[in-house]
């Protein structure tokens, strides 16, 4: 690289040879060649018509929560900056509320809470970013970003131009999007929600609700919502802080209604949720944990030993080594069951 391209690097703050063990969840050891938060819409845009300049590639990075880093990261890593929060009347007495990619997701949760808003309340204690949720239509708890959605703001690299899209234009499905489709393409800036008004609650999730019956109170609200699904997720989901991870690993596959008859009928003690076109969606943590593999360690790397959806590393364990298990425990469903599962977090 030439030095005036260098120098451009300084003055635009990025760092060189960054480790990257502190921004991924499981903690793996890498490197990102360079390193920078850009902090505004102009910073990026800078960042990033250099690095098409230069021929370098560009690695977006959210919280970190939903990446196996299996090697050093070449090129340009961008983390976002930007972090504020705002609020705008909408009908019916609703409001929207617009965050900023780089705030934490959580954060907005709480925030839209403590304004008195419900509507993202099952949605507490997820990972990642604001810039993140989208990408791959996060959910938990019967709720998913798409069913709050109202728009977002991104940069489009392609055409180079800053663009609005609303849910149709957005291709939401099941743990996907237009983003993870054309990944590279879309740098998410801000994402605007409805909250607040009639937003209902939503309790019929099982565990949820098993959950908020044993309370005291008949009367859930979205605060009592959220501290359950906190509660919920708290017993289920280690805390990355404690043991890496990056919650969970795989999706729940959706199969016809006749394979989910021909599982189920060998298999009595299937876990599935029926969906509304006649399909069925499967407990991946289910088919996993039947298989024995709950607890299971190879190594540095394992299945958490409550929940089998959760993959860990107990300290010095790398990318290649979680593939591996990941690659096991997948034959293993799919020679039990005739079922392909599929990997939520992005391998780098």
Request: charged residues 20%; negative net charge.
């Amino acid at each position: 690289m030439h030095s005036s391209a260098e120098q451009e690097l300084q003055r635009l703050g990025v760092q060189r040879g960054v480790p990257m063990v502190e921004y991924n969840t499981f903690g793996f050891n890498a490197q990102a060649e360079y390193f920078v938060t850009a902090n505004d819409e102009d910073h990026l845009v800078a960042l990033l018509d250099l690095a098409t300049d230069q021929n370098l590639p560009v690695f977006l990075l959210g919280g970190g929560s939903n990446i196996v880093l299996t090697r050093d990261i070449p090129g340009i890593t961008v983390r976002l900056g930007n972090r504020d929060i705002r609020y705008t009347p909408a009908p019916d007495g609703q409001m929207q509320v617009t965050a900023d990619a780089g705030v934490n997701w959580h954060d907005l949760v709480m925030n839209t809470l403590e304004h008195g808003h419900q509507g993202l309340e099952n949605l507490s204690l997820i990972p990642g970013t604001v810039g993140a949720a989208p990408v791959q239509n996060i959910g938990a708890y019967g709720v998913e970003l798409v069913d709050r959605f109202c728009s977002l703001r991104a940069w489009h690299r392609p055409s180079r131009r800053f663009l609005t899209l609303g849910r149709e234009d957005c291709e939401f499905t099941y743990r996907n999007s237009r983003f993870k489709r054309e990944q590279g393409d879309w740098v998410v800036m801000s994402l605007t929600l409805v909250v607040g008004g009639d937003t209902p609650l939503v309790l019929e999730y099982p565990s949820l609700a098993e959950h908020l019956a044993a309370g005291t109170s008949d009367n859930a609200t979205a605060r009592s919502v959220s501290q359950a699904v906190i509660s919920v997720r708290s017993t289920r989901l280690p805390d990355p802080a404690v043991i890496g991870n990056a919650g969970s690993f795989f999706h729940n596959p959706i199969v016809s209604g006749s394979e989910h008859a021909r599982i189920s009928a060998v298999n009595s003690g299937l876990v599935s949720y029926p969906l509304p076109d006649g399909r069925f969606k499967l407990a991946a943590g289910w088919l996993i944990d039947s298989l024995g593999f709950k607890g299971v360690r190879r190594g540095a790397i394992g299945v958490h030993e409550r929940q089998a959806l959760v993959l860990v590393n107990h300290g010095g364990g790398t990318g290649v080594e979680l593939l591996a298990l990941v690659e096991e425990i997948r034959l293993a469903v799919r020679e039990a069951y005739g079922v392909e599962l599929t990997v939520e977090p992005l391998i780098v």
